[in-house]
């Protein structure tokens, strides 16, 4: 789990520090920065697992590598004309009943575009939330030194300016580096999502030994074929879901064409069978949602933008109460993006009843970058700031103001 998070430097985070519960949900106007604070806790989690940080910051983070930097007054053209660039992340992460303190710093040197790890740190805490004994990894005079349990007196030592983390380092692991391992775990099982209907969860695909829908969805088909097989009822558990967020869907099968090779997903929707190369984009997403809260091999911490696409209004609460129960009673992290009003209003109440297990952050852009800011009110629309943010007038408002009031339906 992911309890704090402080970044500076990383795309419009120059400075941004927040603690996070167990479903957090990100708000505000568009271009504010959400995005790129879902882009930083992917770029964390490769950091820490990724052979290199080259591989660490290409896709799916979005944007050539050097736009992961904050931009100077210049923009991007003005970074290029510097001598170098960085940022660093530190988080507070805890696993199981354990938590450690990990930060890491990247320098890019735009006139090669090589990217190196300039300081990294990993200590564990104690209760109080302090550093307990000697980090396992820290920068001493210019080198990152390594501690291991045995020999704690006599560090292996790397300098820096190496092209990945330590802590993404596979030999460094069991009891010597109990620590490490243990982080890196952690790290690896984050997933930030970045769902593609239009055409990644749409290609054919043949069976595989597969764990998740994939970063765009793209393996949906795979992931739905090897559930029914070996976890019916979590099978069984995702239909009934996804009949509930759209109950004009009767039933959803998976099968595989022996003389393709591939898999085709099909959802009966008012008595008519449609497969995933024409059911509508929204089905697809809120089927992509049902699949990732079902999960049986699921991940301990899942981000993704704008649950409530392809929901009616009226039912965005039952998306709310999917996404808390994947946080809080499936012990998994929950990071989400809106623009929905509607969709804040439906967790406001139980972030208001249990801060620890939820909470609402605006996002705002400020003078110098993104704004992160806990949200705490009584009512949603008491704040004339937040009444601007949210409910603009825009298209999509619009449109969501036609359904609440019957013009237009899903």
Aim: aromatic content about 6%.
């Amino acid at each position: 789990m992911l309890q704090r998070l402080h970044i500076h430097g990383f795309k419009s985070l120059v400075d941004v520090e927040t603690s996070l519960p167990s479903v957090a949900v990100l708000f505000g106007p568009n271009a504010s920065g959400k995005s790129n604070l879902l882009d930083a806790i992917q770029a964390l989690s490769r950091l820490g697992t990724s052979r290199t940080v080259s591989d660490a910051l290409s896709e799916p983070i979005r944007g050539y590598q050097a736009e992961a930097f904050s931009f100077p007054a210049g923009g991007l053209a003005g970074l290029l004309t510097q001598t170098s660039a960085d940022f660093r992340m530190e988080a507070t992460l805890r696993t199981g009943k354990d938590a450690f303190r990990y930060a890491i710093g990247v320098e890019l040197a735009p006139s090669s575009g090589s990217l190196s790890v300039n300081d990294e740190y990993l200590a564990a805490l104690s209760a109080k939330g302090t550093p307990k004994g000697n980090p396992s990894i820290e920068l001493v005079d210019g080198q990152l030194r390594i501690r291991r349990k045995s020999k704690p007196a006599h560090p292996r030592t790397e300098p820096i300016g190496l092209n990945h983390t330590i802590l993404s380092d596979p030999r460094l692991g069991g009891v010597e580096y109990r620590a490490i391992e243990k982080c890196r775990n952690e790290l690896s099982g984050w997933r930030t999502y970045y769902l593609d209907p239009r055409v990644s969860m749409r290609r054919p695909a043949s069976p595989a030994d597969v764990n998740d829908i994939g970063v765009h969805g793209k393996d949906i088909a795979p992931f739905l074929y090897r559930l029914r097989a070996e976890e019916p009822q979590a099978f069984a558990s995702l239909v009934r879901t996804f009949r509930t967020l759209i109950p004009s869907v009767e039933d959803v099968s998976v099968d595989l064409d022996k003389r393709r090779g591939t898999i085709d997903i099909v959802v009966r929707q008012s008595g008519t069978d449609y497969s995933s190369r024409i059911v509508s984009e929204g089905s697809l997403r809120v089927l992509a949602l049902c699949a990732i809260a079902v999960n049986p091999w699921g991940r301990s911490l899942v981000a993704f933008e704008e649950p409530e696409n392809g929901v009616h209004p009226r039912r965005l609460e039952l998306i709310a109460e999917l996404l808390l129960s994947v946080g809080v009673d499936q012990g998994r992290q929950v990071i989400v993006t809106t623009h929905s009003p509607l969709f804040c209003e439906a967790l406001l109440s139980h972030a208001e009843r249990s801060p620890q297990e939820a909470g609402l952050f605006v996002v705002r852009r400020g003078a110098t970058g993104t704004e992160v800011e806990g949200f705490e009110s009584t009512g949603l629309f008491r704040d004339p700031d937040l009444r601007a943010a949210l409910a603009t007038s825009t298209e999509d408002g619009a449109f969501e103001r036609l359904m609440l009031r019957g013009f237009v339906d899903e």
